[in-house]
């Protein structure tokens, strides 16, 4: 962009400079433009370089001054956010994009459609809180982490200036035992998880021939959009998990906001179990706690993955799937909306392969197609 090459001369000359990260705010209402900028200010690696009502004025002022991210509210007049999404998509195809919805039918509707139009990642925006304040707060927590996470650049100019110098140093994945069964497979997600999932699970048939059990980190009524949507985009069955239902082949099963989902044994059969316990890694539903349970039931015939998302959920479960002898896949930096989770189980040696998202669905039909042979020999030698 045209200020990138004096800001890197800057930074060059100034090594103790930090990149500050540049937000355009993109929202109708004065009043949350006003508290967005208040926000922002507080942290030292953001600034607030412009706002606009509605997406007409946000586009003329995007060359003007050159954001890094941009949030943008879905309901607006003239020109509304989700209409804005496929033209600035045009002249910025990479421009990080935070929609801000709420948290009803109508706000997830619009937000999956927004995604699908090019958003990177959603706000929502509180409801019954109290008081604008705990409301503002609660756009905090979830805004700013997102906006680091987004863009990542915001480190010491020495770090921006040499990064083979600083790449951490990547354990050598551990290899698949040769004909290893697979019984299930479970599947973790947070930022981009929505169009990972897409990717994913637009590519595997009807007939996937084991249950598929899901931890998106998504509030209530969100989570269920998921589903729904997911279920019409796909040849399998996808569907919000209720407590107490047997897996069955060729099933999805989706973690309902706001509750943990566990799986468990019980005779021949295994269930789902939705709880209210603590947050972990912030999050409920946490995919650490999808990925124990999961370990316990299935062992060495578990198959984990770990999709793009901020964090480093997934890390602990991922161990106890290691430990019960089953395999985790994780998606690669450079196909990844943002690399936290699935970077935590890699550098933590944890995974067996590390793959580019589009590689993702054939390395699960690879699987389970010589798990299903291998059982296939071993009934015919009995």
């Not at 809180?129 to 906006?147: N, T």
Request: aromatic content about 2%.
């Amino acid at each position: 962009r045209a200020d990138a090459l004096p800001l890197a001369n800057s930074i060059r000359k100034h090594p103790n400079i930090m990149r500050k990260i540049r937000v355009l705010i993109v929202d109708d209402s004065v009043v949350i433009r006003r508290l967005l900028t208040d926000i922002l200010a507080q942290d030292p690696e953001i600034e607030v370089v412009g706002t606009a009502p509605n997406g007409r004025i946000a586009l003329a002022k995007l060359s003007q001054v050159n954001p890094d991210l941009v949030t943008l509210d879905i309901e607006m007049p003239e020109l509304d956010g989700l209409s804005t999404l496929p033209l600035l998509r045009k002249d910025y195809p990479k421009l990080p994009v935070i929609m801000f919805s709420t948290l009803t039918e109508r706000g997830a509707a619009a937000t999956f459609d927004a995604l699908a139009r090019g958003a990177t990642d959603y706000v929502a925006k509180p409801a019954n809180v109290g008081s604008v304040a705990a409301g503002m707060e609660s756009v905090r927590v979830q805004l700013i982490p997102k906006i680091k996470s987004l863009c990542p650049f915001n480190t010491p100019a020495t770090t921006v200036a040499t990064p083979a110098a600083t790449a951490p140093k990547i354990t050598p994945k551990r290899p698949i035992i040769k004909n290893q069964r697979c019984d299930a497979v479970v599947i973790g997600s947070s930022t981009g998880g929505p169009q990972a999932l897409t990717a994913v699970l637009n590519r595997l048939p009807a007939s996937f021939p084991v249950p598929i059990v899901i931890v998106q980190h998504m509030p209530p009524v969100f989570t269920r959009h998921l589903a729904n949507r997911l279920n019409q985009e796909c040849a399998l069955t996808v569907r919000e998990a209720v407590a107490g239902e047997a897996l069955e082949c060729g099933e999805v099963l989706i973690a309902p906001g706001d509750f943990h989902l566990e799986i468990q044994r019980q005779g021949v059969a295994i269930r789902t179990m939705l709880q209210q316990g603590p947050a972990e890694n912030s999050c409920r539903p946490a995919v650490d706690v999808l990925f124990r349970s999961a370990a316990k039931a299935y062992g060495a015939g578990l198959q984990a993955v770990v999709l793009t998302g901020m964090g480093q959920d997934g890390k602990r479960g991922a161990e106890c799937i290691v430990q019960a002898g089953g395999t985790v896949i994780a998606q690669d930096e450079a196909s990844s909306v943002v690399w936290g989770m699935p970077r935590a189980v890699t550098e933590a040696g944890l995974a067996n392969k590390v793959l580019a998202l589009q590689l993702i669905p054939d390395e699960l039909l690879r699987r389970v197609a010589v798990a299903r042979q291998t059982a296939l020999t071993c009934e015919r030698i009995a």
